[in-house]
């Protein structure tokens, strides 16, 4: 009698929290969605960065080139010269456009290093955007 008491008692309790099984799947099925996720995060980041070096760089030509329609003769004898004087501003001497001064501002350190590939200098020196990024990075 005290036997089928005992396993009404086991029959009759409820069951309280996960099995094992249920316990590992879960934790599966976590560690295979974690490792598809993190390599498309490392690739996102990646395409970001190059995407904002390539806003940068336009952001640059545009503003040289802003500048000489402005009337302002560039500083610099190279590539880099003329990307640091674009980025430290330059006012302009004559014309309508007289102390105004045309400015990319905002780049510096590794967002510098980084508009280099996708800045060159055409037959006449002036800068011009490579959306491949293809220049020299010195």
Do not use: C
Request: aromatic residues 6%.
């Amino acid at each position: 009698f005290t036997t089928e008491i005992m396993k009404m008692r086991f029959s009759q309790r409820p069951h309280a929290g996960f099995s094992l099984i249920e316990l590992l799947t879960v934790v599966t099925v976590i560690g295979v969605m974690a490792a598809i996720a993190i390599p498309n995060i490392g690739n996102i980041n990646s395409a970001s960065s190059a995407a904002k070096n390539q806003r940068n760089a336009q952001s640059v030509v545009n503003t040289f080139h802003s500048g000489l329609a402005m009337g302002i003769q560039w500083t610099g004898a190279d590539r880099n010269a003329k990307v640091d004087a674009v980025i430290a501003g330059q006012a302009a001497s004559g014309g309508v456009f007289v102390g105004q001064k045309a400015k990319a501002s905002g780049i510096a350190g590794d967002s510098l290093t980084g508009i280099y590939p996708y800045i060159g200098t055409d037959s006449n020196g002036n800068l011009l955007y490579d959306k491949n990024g293809g220049q020299a990075t010195n």
